[in-house]
């Protein structure tokens, strides 16, 4: 069973950073695309960012773009969302997804098939 385990969340204030870390545990899987979602209270899952399996391909949501990057260790089946200048608006549960099947990056929540248990994370103004 795969599971993806993610760390980095917590408080930060306005316009600060954040890291956020995400790894896949089992040792036979090979995760293709990545990515992370978020949700914010009272409103749907998004997406965030994504990265295909080799890293050359990246995919940002309008509202991330230039504030965010993602990146990935494929030796340790790991994504990592560096959160960059954060807004209030970041505030949210956000989740890592990787794919088995997607090699390239995509901001559909249809392309993964395993999900972290989510992350809070907290932008105070």
């Known amino acids: 069973q795969v599971q993806l385990v993610e760390s980095g969340g917590g408080v930060v204030q306005a316009g600060g950073s954040l890291r956020l870390s995400c790894a896949a545990s089992?040792?036979?899987?090979?995760?293709?695309?990545m990515a992370w979602f978020r949700q914010a209270p009272g409103k749907e899952i998004e997406s965030v960012a994504a990265?295909?399996?080799?890293?050359?391909?990246?995919y940002f949501a309008d509202s991330v773009k230039g504030r965010f990057t993602i990146s990935r260790d494929n030796d340790k089946k790991m994504v990592v969302l560096q959160m960059n200048s954060a807004k209030p608006e970041d505030t949210a549960i956000y989740y890592c997804?990787?794919?088995?099947?997607?090699?390239?990056?995509?901001?559909?929540?249809?392309?993964?098939?395993?999900w972290g248990q989510g992350i809070q994370v907290t932008v105070s103004s």
């Open positions: 997804a990787t794919s088995q099947t997607t090699i390239n990056a995509s901001g559909s929540s249809r392309a993964y098939d395993y």
């Open positions: 089992e040792r036979s899987f090979t995760p293709l695309a």
């Open positions: 990265i295909s399996w080799m890293g050359s391909n990246t």
